[in-house]
């Protein structure tokens, strides 16, 4: 069982708040966009957000995730990473997403969860060069991942088994892609879903 871990739980300070709730050309908020995207491939789906963020709780329980409130979520994304985890320890694998990256293609999740089924320790889609996300880890990797402390994300597992690291080439720009500022949401409008968070 490969499960997904969607990390929610930035603040958006750069963006000006709410980031994950603001809305792509489409319409669909880019929280809910990254969620269908990860939740696309995986058999369980877990989101860790901030306390008291209800509106983007609301919606990730419609997209089927469970969704955890993660009360160290100032720490940084290598705590969130290691909550999200704890809470499905059970999984034989987890691929990892952020949840400003809603321009990853549902196919390039599916295949970096082929490829963990199939027994690699880590997997990630590389474009032009560049790893992307979403990143895949091996259950035996566990216990690595439970010490992760801080805002590095899983640097150092990456790191310690770079040699190990499989990369998947990918024609998805949507892996290095993400939302931190207004602009990043260009040609897309950055309408907030205001009517979820009065």
Same mark, same amino acid.
């Given at each position: 069982?490969?499960?997904?871990?969607?990390?929610?739980?930035?603040?958006?300070?750069?963006?000006?708040?709410?980031?994950?709730?603001?809305?792509?050309?489409?319409?669909?908020?880019?929280?809910?966009?990254?969620?269908?995207?990860?939740?696309?491939?995986?058999?369980?789906?877990?989101?860790? &957000?901030?306390?008291?963020?209800?509106?983007?709780?609301?919606?990730?329980?419609?997209?089927?995730?469970?969704?955890?409130?993660?009360?160290?979520?100032?720490?940084?994304?290598?705590?969130?990473?290691?909550?999200? &985890?704890?809470?499905?320890?059970?999984?034989?694998?987890?691929?990892?997403?952020?949840?400003?990256?809603?321009?990853?293609?549902?196919?390039?999740?599916?295949?970096?969860?082929?490829?963990?089924?199939?027994?690699?320790?880590?997997?990630?889609?590389?474009?032009?060069?560049?790893?992307?996300?979403?990143?895949?880890?091996?259950?035996?990797?566990?216990?690595?991942?439970?010490?992760?402390?801080?805002?590095?994300?899983?640097?150092?597992?990456?790191?310690?088994?770079?040699?190990?690291?499989?990369?998947?080439?990918?024609?998805?720009?949507?892996?290095?892609?993400?939302?931190?500022?207004?602009?990043?949401?260009?040609?897309?409008?950055?309408?907030?879903?205001?009517?979820?968070?009065?």
């Amino acid at each position: 069982m490969i499960a997904g871990i969607l990390l929610a739980a930035g603040a958006g300070a750069r963006f000006g708040g709410r980031k994950l709730l603001a809305l792509l050309e489409d319409g669909t908020p880019v929280g809910v966009r990254s969620a269908r995207s990860l939740g696309s491939a995986v058999d369980r789906l877990l989101a860790v &957000v901030r306390p008291g963020d209800l509106p983007l709780e609301a919606l990730l329980r419609a997209e089927g995730a469970e969704v955890l409130p993660f009360p160290g979520a100032s720490e940084g994304m290598g705590a969130s990473l290691a909550f999200g &985890v704890s809470n499905a320890s059970t999984a034989d694998g987890w691929v990892v997403a952020l949840a400003d990256m809603p321009f990853v293609r549902p196919e390039t999740v599916g295949a970096v969860v082929r490829r963990l089924k199939e027994g690699a320790l880590l997997v990630a889609p590389s474009f032009g060069g560049r790893r992307g996300h979403p990143v895949g880890f091996a259950g035996v990797l566990l216990p690595e991942i439970l010490r992760l402390t801080g805002d590095a994300g899983a640097r150092s597992i990456l790191a310690r088994h770079a040699s190990e690291l499989v990369l998947l080439k990918s024609d998805d720009p949507g892996i290095v892609r993400d939302i931190d500022v207004r602009s990043d949401l260009e040609p897309a409008t950055s309408r907030m879903v205001n009517k979820l968070s009065d």
